[in-house]
């Protein structure tokens, strides 16, 4: 079992920068796959970005590419998520991920999600 935790959302403006956090925690979470997805009104979730249990590969979407980085940290148990630049196409509410595969086409465990709002 692993349990993930986000933190970080908020309300900013476009051009901003917001960085998304997830504890995870768990017997076993430094073996899986990380990784963000978000959900906009109306909307199914979306892949955002992922890293390898290693943190040595990362894979993004199109539309964050350039934007975004993600990471994480196995000694804290954390993965994080650096967004820049963002634009109000950007709101949604993101969902930390947790996959057995580093390409996340198939989630084991979900988080709570953490809102993000940007305005125009």
């Known amino acids: 079992q692993v349990q993930l935790v986000e933190s970080g959302g908020g309300l900013v403006q476009a051009g901003g920068s917001l960085r998304l956090s997830c504890a995870a925690s768990?017997?076993?979470?430094?073996?899986?796959?990380l990784g963000w997805f978000r959900q906009a009104p109306g909307k199914e979730r979306e892949f955002v970005a992922a890293v390898s249990w290693s943190g040595t590969s990362t894979y993004y979407a199109d539309s964050v590419k350039g934007r975004s980085t993600i990471s994480r940290d196995n000694a804290k148990g954390t993965v994080y998520l650096q967004m820049n630049s963002l634009k109000p196409g950007d709101t949604a509410v993101y969902y930390c991920?947790?996959?057995?595969?580093?390409?996340?086409?198939?989630?084991?465990?979900w988080g709570q999600g953490t809102r993000v709002t940007v305005s125009s």
């Open positions: 991920a947790a996959s057995q595969g580093a390409t996340m086409s198939l989630v084991d465990y």
């Open positions: 768990g017997r076993t979470f430094s073996s899986f796959a």
